[in-house]
């Protein structure tokens, strides 16, 4: 059984441990900071054998260097050169084994141009989607096009329902105040709301989700519903999906 555990990092992010079964090798991703990785190894006496990196920002990779001058790990990550210290560059149907499980790269652009996120269809399946992907919302455009973005969003939500969605960031809250505004009458998004509030009222986690969660709650991924498109085409272009999910990312960034 494969275990998923976050760590949290600079007040919002998570950094995800994979651990297979009781075993005391580990899988690191996406590790921002490396002092409270280091920490947890220290103290469960684990061994990090191997790093998943999805994009160049420093608060994905600010930990790397450290972690591999002390541990040695195998680090997989995406085709962009400037990311110091990646033993395996991948890109889109590449596929790789961590943990005892088979991981596809997904290309996700649209937060960045070398964003990539990892999925495997074990049971369950997992996502590590850094920040293309956020519970009930999305990674700003850093980089690329809101056109590549609705397309990166569209191929991540044509994954299983049960898919696990392990994203980088704990800002469930904040996005489903800017859903609840985008989709007000949807009853799954004040749901939602209510239960992230509790949670996060008692500092838990709101992640992972999922994917049929997602698409019932995440405007982003509900650009062709008629509520979602009636409440954006008060700020801006609703004649097609991509430009209503431009519309939706324009409002979303001054909400």
Not at 47 to 54: G, Q
Not at 135 to 146: K, N, V
Not at 174 to 184: G, I, K, Y
Not at 245 to 253: C, G, S
Request: charged residues 20%; hydrophobic residues 40%.
């Amino acid at each position: 059984m494969l275990s998923v555990t976050p760590i949290p990092a600079f007040g919002d992010n998570y950094i995800w441990l994979m651990r297979q079964d009781t075993s005391p090798d580990v899988c690191i991703v996406d590790p921002g900071d490396a002092a409270p990785v280091i920490k947890i190894l220290e103290r469960d006496k684990l061994n990090l054998t191997s790093v998943l990196i999805t994009h160049h920002h420093h608060d994905h990779v600010g930990g790397l260097a450290e972690l591999i001058e002390r541990y040695s790990p195998h680090v997989i990550g995406p085709q962009n050169p400037q990311i110091a210290g990646i033993d395996e560059r991948v890109g889109q149907g590449d596929t790789c084994r961590v943990m005892g499980r088979l991981f596809e790269a997904m290309e996700v652009p649209g937060h960045t141009l070398d964003h990539i996120a990892f999925f495997t269809a074990g049971i369950p399946p997992l996502l590590f989607c850094g920040d293309t992907l956020f519970s009930a919302g999305c990674g700003r455009l850093f980089e690329g096009s809101p056109e590549q973005m609705h397309n990166s969003l569209q191929a991540l939500a044509s994954l299983p329902d049960d898919t696990l969605v392990f994203a980088a960031h704990e800002y469930t809250q904040a996005n489903l105040d800017f859903a609840s505004a985008a989709d007000p009458n949807n009853p799954d998004v004040a749901t939602a709301l209510k239960e992230t509030q509790r949670a996060r009222a008692l500092d838990r986690p709101t992640l992972p989700s999922n994917l049929g969660r997602e698409r019932r709650i995440n405007p982003f991924l509900r650009c062709a519903d008629p509520a979602v498109r009636a409440a954006a085409s008060q700020h801006g272009d609703t004649d097609t999906d991509q430009a209503t999910f431009a519309t939706l990312r324009a409002w979303k960034d001054s909400f």
